[in-house]
């Protein structure tokens, strides 16, 4: 089987991490406060390396995803009873999941926006679905960085993992980033209508979605009874890496969720984006529009 030790595997990880960062900060200068980068793909001005201290904000925070698992295990041989490739696992899982949610609909935060500007309202006007032109208002090619770096963990880490491989669990290794896509989307979908009743919720709503990134990067054995619930029943962020993992280790959960759970990540991603359909549909009905 082929092995690699904890230190080849960190030296891989950060330098994939840093490799997205870069692509996902497109090595452009920031216009838009709280984005990441201009709207527009093309820029053919002079170009600006990374401007400081924006530009190495941007670049660390998506690079210091693989590298909080690595400062970890700098300390401890073990997490919540997984060591560091096993953790990894999590972590590529979860970074390719919520990279393909934030490519896709990640934009959907700027509701708010919107609603205040009477933008949505135009929205309103065409005889088109309003999320349909919402979710495709921008696309942002520059957000493949985080998915690449997420998929060059996962594949580096799954090498590394003590895995049985059956056809069962490859099958479960491709459909569960597309799985944990689906739920992100959902979450981005369902606490973005927040913008329809207050006009700054947003922090609320990336409480959800961010943070239900951070965590789903860990092992659910390190949080609280409340925590784990809450994030795996209510916001179903444990069927993104942890629950999917635990299947591909052949363990059962030590809270003792039933093992057919780990194998539910896809009808789960299903139910959430229904869920996140009916919260949509509810808070349009009560939109009253930006002037009144």
Known sequence: MFTMTKKKVALIVAAAALFGGACNNGFQKITERFHDAPRGQINNGPADIITMPDGFSNVSSKCDGPNRVYVVFHQVDSLGGFDFAEVAVMYGLSAVGFGMADMVVGHV???????????????????????????????????????GSGVVVLVIALAAADIDWTPARALLVLVTPVAGGIIFGAVFVATCT??????????????LTYGGNYLSSFPFTIFGTFI???FTFVVPAAFVAYLPTLALLGRSDPAGLPTWLS?????????????AWWIWRL??????????
């Open 109 to 147: 935060d700027r509701l708010p926006f919107y609603v205040r500007t009477g933008t949505f309202d135009a929205f309103l006007l065409r005889p088109l679905s309003a999320l349909g032109q919402l979710v495709t208002s921008d696309f942002s090619l520059r957000r493949l960085g985080r998915i």
């Open 194 to 207: 927040i913008g329809f009743h207050v006009v700054e919720g947003m922090e609320f709503a990336n409480a």
């Open 228 to 230: 784990r619930r809450f």
């Open 263 to 275: 194998w539910s990540a896809l009808p789960v991603s299903l139910l959430a984006a229904a869920a």
């Open 283 to 292: 808070g349009l009905r009560h939109y009253v529009g930006a002037g009144s």
